[in-house]
């Protein structure tokens, strides 16, 4: 649907910007937890470990939906 319209690509782009800033806040963190003092760097870790974990898992089965969606 989104790749028929004009600015298609703007468009999902705007869509799929909320899903990176999880990612991009919890990287930052724990960089900068590695980096300054390694107490923190745990639990931003182990959150941004999680995300990917189920991100993984789920990208696959919502790539296969749309996949499927698109071409009926």
């Excluded at 300054?36 to 639990?43: E, H, K, T």
């Amino acid at each position: 649907m989104a790749v028929a319209l004009p600015r298609g690509g703007l468009l999902i782009s705007v869509l799929v910007l909320p899903l990176t800033i999880p990612v991009l806040i919890f990287g930052v963190s724990a960089s900068y937890g590695a980096v300054a003092d390694p107490d923190p760097f745990l639990q931003p870790f182990l959150i941004l470990a999680a995300l990917t974990l189920f991100l993984a898992v789920l990208g696959p089965v919502a790539a296969a939906l749309a996949l499927r969606h698109g071409t009926d």
